[in-house]
């Protein structure tokens, strides 16, 4: 089983779309949980944190469920500039241990 | 805003030939990585640094790979005989506290190696 699964989409969606993301991690010793974004060539960027309680930052909507171990990413109302590829990280076996991304999920909003 | 910087932006290199990638973490950073993109594919692990260690490495961090920190602010990966398929993009990333401490990694641009 791979360490973390997303699906890899691509997405193709209208502007204006609500489009939610799920990924699962296989160690239930993980900590830290992040989605990051990443633009064609670009380097990752953070987008989010994961807290267990779920968070909110604007159109994006994360939500973490250990039991699960399951990670979810909501965006509403969905822009252009929102086509990326999500990728998300899971972290914290050790300290200083190896962060992992899974391979991502292609979104593409359409006009 | 602090950014980690990486250089040569991009090298191309003869198989066989040692290259050597740069990176200056976040000045007051203390856990650095290094992570490789194939074209196309995800983003794969391949090394932490703590405390002028390696901390973790995944299986595609073999010999021919080692990384320093030689002076205080670089941070290197060498590779010592490139392969064709060592071509990628390599990333540098560096965090203020380790995976447990939830701090996010910041990434360098990377270096996109081409090996002919």
């Known amino acids: 089983r791979k360490e973390v699964e997303q699906d890899p989409g691509p997405f193709n969606v209208p502007e204006g779309a609500t489009v939610a993301f799920n990924c699962t991690y296989s160690?239930?010793?993980?900590?830290?949980f992040f989605w990051y974004r990443q633009d064609c060539r670009k380097e990752p960027k953070l987008l989010m944190s994961v807290y267990s309680s779920g968070n909110e930052d604007g159109r994006f909507t994360a939500q973490l469920n250990r039991a699960s171990q399951y990670i979810s990413l909501l965006i509403r109302d969905s822009k252009l500039s929102d086509s990326a590829t999500y990728l998300c990280?899971?972290?914290?076996?050790?300290?200083?241990?190896?962060?992992?991304f899974g391979s991502g999920t292609r979104l593409s909003i359409r006009p | 805003e602090p950014e980690v910087t990486q250089t040569p932006s991009h090298q191309v290199t003869q198989m066989g030939q040692e290259v050597i990638l740069r990176c200056v973490p976040i000045s007051n950073h203390l856990y650095f990585y290094w992570y490789r993109q194939i074209l196309g594919q995800k983003v794969e692990f391949l090394v932490s640094?703590?405390?002028?260690?390696?901390?973790?490495k995944s299986e595609i961090f073999d010999d021919q790979f080692s990384v320093e920190r030689p002076d205080g602010s670089n941070f290197t990966l060498k590779i010592r005989s490139t392969k064709l398929e060592d071509s990628a993009m390599y990333f540098c990333?560096?965090?203020?506290?380790?995976?447990?401490?939830?701090?996010?990694?910041?990434f360098g641009q990377g270096t996109r190696l081409t090996v002919v």
């Open positions: 990333a560096s965090s203020e506290g380790g995976s447990l401490h939830n701090t996010e990694a910041f």
């Open positions: 160690n239930s010793a993980s900590q830290s």
């Open positions: 990280v899971v972290t914290g076996y050790s300290s200083a241990s190896k962060i992992i």
């Open positions: 640094f703590y405390n002028n260690e390696i901390s973790e």
